[in-house]
Every structure is written in C-alpha cells, then in structure tokens.
C-alpha cells in the first residue's frame, strides 16, 4: 500500500516503493481538500524507498535516491544527484544543492541551505535553536558552503557556516564559523590547515 494524493506530480521512469506517504498535508493545510493542497514533485528516474514520508509543497529534481523511512517536510526544495540515506529527517523550509550525498539517520532542521556537492556522514545532527526553550530568537539552521563534507556524529551549532571545501571530522562539535577549504576537528572544534591531498573537490556519486 502506498498514498500519492492528488497534488504530487512523479516524473518519469521512478520507483516508489510501498508503505510511502507523499504530499501530506502540512499544519498550515491540515484540513485542506487534496487538490488544494501545494504541489509536490518529484524529478524523472528517482527512488523513493518504503516508508518513506514527503509533505506537500517539497520540490525534488530528477535522479534522486531516497533510503528506507526518509521524512522531508514542507517547502524543502532538493536539486538533481541527491542522496538521502535511510533514516534521515529533513524537517523543511530547507534548501539542498544538486550532487550531494546525506548518509543514514543524518537530522537537517528547519532554515538549513547546504549547497551542490557536499557529503555529510551518518548521524551527523545539524542544529537550528541556539537557546532551546530558554531564549526565543529566529530558527537558524546552518549553512553548508559548496564541496564541504562533514564526518559521521558531527553535530553543527545553528546559524554556522561551513565554508566552501571545508572538512569536518567524525565526531567534532561544531561552534563558530569554518573558512573555506580549513579543517574543523575536536569538542569544540579547533580550525587547522586542511591537508592539500583533502585540497579537491567532492565527487558524489548516486
């Protein structure tokens, strides 16, 4: 069993698998009717993997592949060649490039742009609530420069950006800003000179 309401437009030559929800109302059109819903679409030779979860309003670009039990949320906008590893939440009004490559359980939160080309690892958490249910200020999620790549477990603080080339290690904490093409390593992380053979730029692949 699937469910593809009346708003979700699939692009040719894609798979979607059962136990897969698209186009779920979001809380600003909970009680709507499906053809007013806004439209969700889905680029040409995509995969979308068993329960799986997309919301109205979310635009993917063509090549996707999703994992098992993804969930993207309204007004995420998601270019071509993108990987999404299972598990992995997008929480929405979010923004990612094209050839970029998110692995399992990764959490990206509301007002995050992560841009073409970046790698992020498994569970790496990025942030977006500098002072949670202590200080109310704008959501800030961080911002992740073109070619940046970040380890398995990193967690980035709201409102960081990751430079253009950066690197970030398994497991670093993230607290201030990373130049382009600077490695960020430790709790909290320290900014050393990336190594030159690190000087490139990524290649995901699908």
């Not at 299972?86 to 050839?99: D, L």
């Not at 980035?156 to 290690?169: K, M, Q, R, S, T």
């Not at 960020?184 to 320290?190: L, M, W």
Request: proline share 5%; with cysteine.
């Amino acid at each position: 069993m699937k469910i593809i309401r009346k708003n979700v437009v699939i692009g040719k030559n894609c798979i979607v698998q059962d136990f897969v929800d698209i186009g779920v109302p979001s809380r600003d059109y909970i009680f709507a009717r499906e053809e007013d819903l806004p439209k969700t679409e889905i680029g040409e030779n995509s995969i979308i993997r068993s329960f799986s979860t997309i919301y109205c309003d979310v635009k993917i670009g063509k090549n996707f592949s999703g994992g098992h039990g993804i969930l993207i949320r309204e007004k995420t906008k998601i270019g071509e060649n993108v990987v999404l590893g299972s598990y992995t939440i997008v929480e929405g009004y979010s923004r990612i490039g094209s050839n970029v490559s998110i692995q399992s359980r990764v959490f990206i939160p509301i007002n995050t742009i992560i841009e073409d080309n970046v790698f992020i690892g498994p569970c790496a958490v990025l942030t977006n609530d500098k002072y949670p249910l202590r200080k109310r200020e704008k959501l800030r999620g961080p911002v992740i420069r073109k070619n940046a790549s970040i380890g398995a477990n990193a967690v980035v603080l709201p409102g960081i950006e990751i430079g253009e080339g950066a690197f970030i290690a398994a497991g670093s904490v993230v607290t201030k800003n990373v130049p382009p093409w600077k490695l960020a390593v430790g709790v909290p992380a320290k900014i050393k000179d990336l190594p030159e053979h690190l000087k490139v730029e990524n290649r995901c692949k699908r």
